[in-house]
């Protein structure tokens, strides 16, 4: 993998010397020719880690097809804070779609530009986890049985937050939203239910399904890179942090979303054809309380007495993860 091969000299901030790289192997940010394709401007609050995580994605994008990309984006908050009519802050060929169908306009415009003889357009779709687990899940299916040659993005921040912070179908156990309140005996969103989107999307065995975060932009901009190389039906799933809806500071977003890796709650993987391929190891393991404790939405958890009981259940599912996943 060419992210591995990079020497990193900051092992602390885990900040990649570009100056010290050579020119093809800087990240696409640290270009002088990036797109900025998310341009300034934008609405997206303080420390929006869904505002870092596109704009890294469809630079990425935007460098490996070329210029050559049209994006198909879901309602929610990305799409309201980039474009209060008569605004963008777009700089490609970028299509509002509803708030479910997102896939299946990708899959459109991928099938009108192959009509027109025009393969090296490429074609991604994107949105939140509300438009992509649940209201969006049928058209992606759809778009994943048929291979249509799209790359869908799902920028995760665990709610749906558009429109207030009501639970989604990838809303984590225990989570306070305005859906899943703190109420004697109900300490946030129950246990048992929700999604796992990659590893639905795996079993379609479409040609690759892989994870990243926003605390490791080169390995985002790495998978990007990688899934626009591949042709047919891609997905792309990442974890971005949502200091309003999640309830810690601007400042912490990086930090949030490395604690969700290297506690094992958030496993970062690739896999091709419905197989593992690769993981990213946890560089330092530590307990899910440390992800935990800096998020409101889990302040129920801790103070006197607090829910020791509910935090083993969740440090139970990072370890699941990290068992299966092999992140150790
Ligand atoms: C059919 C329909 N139902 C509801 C809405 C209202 N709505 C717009 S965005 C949104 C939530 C978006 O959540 P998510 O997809 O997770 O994106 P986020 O805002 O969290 O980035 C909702 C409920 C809508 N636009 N269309
Ligand atoms: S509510 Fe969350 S996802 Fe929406 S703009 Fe603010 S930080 Fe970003
Ligand atoms: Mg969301």
């Not at 929006?48 to 050559?68: F, I, N, Q, S």
């Not at 984006?73 to 309201?80: I, Q, R, S, Y």
């Not at 009108?112 to 299916?141: E, Y």
């Not at 949502?242 to 949030?256: N, V």
Request: aromatic content about 8%.
């Amino acid at each position: 993998m060419p992210a591995e091969r990079i020497k990193y000299y900051q092992a602390g901030s885990m900040v990649v010397g570009n100056r010290l790289l050579d020119p093809e192997q800087r990240t696409v940010q640290a270009r002088t020719g990036r797109s900025n394709t998310l341009t300034s401007g934008h609405r997206a609050c303080q420390g929006c880690g869904e505002a870092l995580g596109a704009r890294y994605v469809l630079d990425a994008a935007m460098r490996a097809t070329d210029g050559r990309l049209v994006a198909a984006n879901a309602t929610g908050c990305l799409e309201v804070f980039s474009t209060p009519f008569p605004e963008t802050a777009w700089q490609l060929p970028w299509i509002h779609s509803l708030f479910g169908n997102a896939p299946a306009v990708a899959t459109g415009v991928a099938a009108a530009l192959k009509a027109k003889g025009r393969d090296d357009v490429r074609v991604i779709g994107q949105g939140g986890d509300g438009g992509t687990v649940d209201i969006g899940f049928a058209c992606l299916s759809g778009m994943f049985e048929r291979n249509d040659d799209v790359l869908f993005v799902c920028y995760d921040n665990e709610a749906y937050m558009n429109t207030g912070v009501q639970r989604s179908g990838a809303t984590p156990p225990a989570a306070r939203t305005m859906t899943t309140q703190v109420l004697d005996d109900h300490p946030g969103n129950v246990f048992g239910q929700g999604k796992n989107a990659p590893l639905i999307a795996m079993a379609h065995e479409i040609p690759y399904v892989a994870t990243a975060t926003i605390a490791d932009l080169r390995d985002l901009e790495f998978k990007v890179e990688r899934a626009m190389g591949m042709r047919g039906a891609r997905y792309l799933h990442v974890f971005v942090s949502c200091p309003l809806g999640w309830g810690h500071a601007a400042h912490d977003s990086i930090r949030i979303a490395r604690l969700a890796k290297e506690t094992g709650l958030f496993p970062v993987f690739e896999a091709e054809h419905g197989q593992v391929t690769a993981s990213s190891k946890i560089r330092r393991q530590v307990p899910v309380e440390e992800y935990l404790r800096p998020q409101r939405r889990f302040a129920h958890l801790f103070g006197d007495p607090g829910r020791p009981d509910i935090v083993a259940l969740i440090q139970a599912i990072a370890d699941r993860n990290i068992e299966r996943f092999g992140l150790v």
